[in-house]
């Protein structure tokens, strides 16, 4: 037989799937990557676009190899990701905001019904932290305004663009989560990051860690380019680019390119903070991919 010619084999891409929520701040984050302006290196990448909620469930089974997760929701889920060393949202001093159709304080809400965006959001992890004694239903993220507005609950805790737009609506902000945190910790409130599952080669990991590090830096260093693409997910902002930038930089920014040591301990002090209040059944280590 004639061997002097090979046939080679079709090579074949590796499929990563890259799931996150359909906002704003995560389409910026990601721009890079979903449309192909970075080297992925043989890979494939392929984004699912879910609430957080439902990313946080899916990640229960380890349906994707790279997931945006809430704190609240990784503190259950240690054992199947670790957190990429980059991509995290903070609010530093600014954060979900509990919103009312009039003017209430703290006290006001013991007992009553509030509209929450998950179980496993940080939003409602920070919620009870801050006021443990409320009943808490879970509405769609987008439309918790609505139930407030329309009376189907006393209150609601917004994420997303309806933290810039709930006054639109007439509605009260009775506590910025994010104010509060600052002023019990001095630092920020970490709200979401991105989770590799744990049984991907190590060598993968770190290749996946360095894209999405880069994919946020391209994000970051042309801003109006990314932004006119993000802006297309921005919900009740679509028209306003003005508040639309302003959300972005809210949580795409120099927190989101690295947690840095600060950015690590405020991931672990409120774990730790949840689980002295008995909202998480065990302590947790944050543990991070180190690149």
């Known amino acids: 037989m004639d061997t002097s010619v090979i046939p080679s084999r079709a090579m074949t891409k590796t499929i990563i799937r890259i799931a996150h929520s359909p906002d ?3 389409a910026f984050m ?7 302006l970075l080297d992925t290196e043989g890979l494939e990448i392929r984004h ?6 439902t990313l946080n469930q899916a990640a229960f089974q380890g349906t994707y190899e790279i997931t945006a997760l809430s704190f609240h929701g990784y503190a259950r889920l ?14 530093d001093g600014y954060g979900p905001v509990v919103v009312s159709r009039t003017p209430k304080g703290r006290a ?6 509030v509209a929450i965006p998950g179980e496993l959001t940080t939003a409602n992890l920070v919620l009870r932290l801050w ?9 769609p993220f987008d439309k918790i305004l609505d139930a407030v507005v329309e009376g189907e609950v006393d209150a609601g805790v917004v994420i997303h663009e309806g933290q810039l737009t709930y006054g639109d609506l007439g509605l009260r902000a009775v506590e910025d989560l994010g104010v509060w945190w600052k002023e019990e910790t001095g630092g920020p409130l970490p709200l979401g990051g991105n989770g590799i599952r744990r049984d991907l080669d190590p060598a993968l990991k770190v290749r996946l860690c360095r894209l999405l590090t880069e994919s946020i830096a391209y994000g970051l260093d042309h801003r109006d380019e990314a932004l006119d693409y993000a802006i297309r997910y921005a919900r009740g902002l679509e028209d306003d680019r003005e508040r639309s930038d302003r959300f972005v ?12 040591e600060a950015g690590r301990r405020a991931v672990q002090l409120l774990l730790d903070r949840g689980h002295e209040a008995g909202l998480l059944p065990q302590r947790v280590v944050a543990e991070f991919i180190d690149v």
């Open 24 to 26: 704003s701040d995560d």
């Open 30 to 36: 990601f721009y890079a990557l979903t449309q192909g």
């Open 48 to 53: 699912v676009l879910q609430d957080i909620e």
């Open 78 to 91: 240690a054992d199947r990701y670790q957190l990429m060393p980059s991509g995290a949202s903070f609010g």
């Open 108 to 113: 006001d809400l013991v007992g009553c019904r």
């Open 131 to 139: 006021q443990p004694e409320v009943r808490t239903e879970i509405v």
């Open 249 to 260: 930089g809210m949580y795409v920014n120099d927190w989101t390119r690295g947690y840095g």
